[in-house]
T-cell receptor, first 106, second 122 residues
């Protein structure tokens, strides 16, 4: 099983600042990597797929990069609605998720 | 609009089975793979398997093989996930999620149901 490791577990950021979230795969997943946002009591929402392609309706402040084993989600200027839990997911070999990064208000 | 609507919360006793439904609307149901994912309380996301609504073909995560059955009824654009021999570790929110690609199951999940809470307790 491919293990996805996200860091940090919690990220404290002020509104308007940039947030950088990391995701590492235990073996190469090529660019078969997605990012999701989840708020309490809600289902996950797809943000990024193919490591860097924004899903429909996702604001341009969300961007993804990386390939192979190292990936990054960047939120360029945090808005109040962006404080949430973020998961990475690989879909190269089966489907596995990271444990999540909580983005909280500093 | 494209949406997935799941059945309501259930409470089950250990050893019982549960069947969750997922009604799809706003798109061609048979054209996209349907996945099932669960999330235990305070935990991360765990993929359970997928079904091709067109052919009825399924693939399950090894952890759930022998205990999970995914089916569909194309006449009412509904997918189902049945999990048997429940125990307390199966207490979780269960989601159906549409695969992004109509060509391959190897894709991200672009549309999610609202989730169904399954509680297993004696």
């Amino acid at each position: 099983e491919i293990v996805m490791t996200q860091s940090p577990a919690t990220l404290s950021v002020s509104p308007g600042e940039r947030a950088t979230l990391s995701c590492r795969a235990s073996q190469s997943v090529s660019n078969n990597l997605a990012w999701y946002q989840q708020k309490p009591g809600q289902a996950p929402r797809l943000l990024i797929y193919g490591a860097s392609t924004r899903a429909t309706g996702i604001p341009a402040r969300f961007s993804g990069s990386g390939s192979g084993t190292e990936f990054t989600l960047t939120i360029s200027s945090l808005q109040s609605e962006d404080f949430a839990l973020y998961y990475c997911q690989q879909y190269n070999i089966w489907w596995t998720f990271g444990q999540g990064t909580k983005v909280e208000i500093k | 609009q494209v949406q997935l609507v799941q059945s309501g919360a259930e409470v089950k006793k250990p050893g019982a089975s549960v069947k969750v439904s997922c009604l799809a609307s706003g798109y061609t149901f048979a054209a996209y793979y349907m996945h099932w994912v669960r999330q235990a309380p305070g935990q991360g996301l765990e993929w359970m398997g997928w079904i091709d609504p067109n052919r009825g073909v399924t693939t399950y995560a090894q952890k759930f093989q022998g205990r999970v059955t995914m089916t569909r009824d194309t006449s009412i654009t509904t997918a189902y996930m049945e999990l048997s021999r429940l125990d307390s570790d199966d207490t979780a929110v269960y989601y159906c999620a549409r695969g992004l690609s109509s060509v391959t199951p190897w894709a991200a999940f672009d549309i999610w149901g609202q989730g169904t809470v399954i509680t297993v307790s004696s």
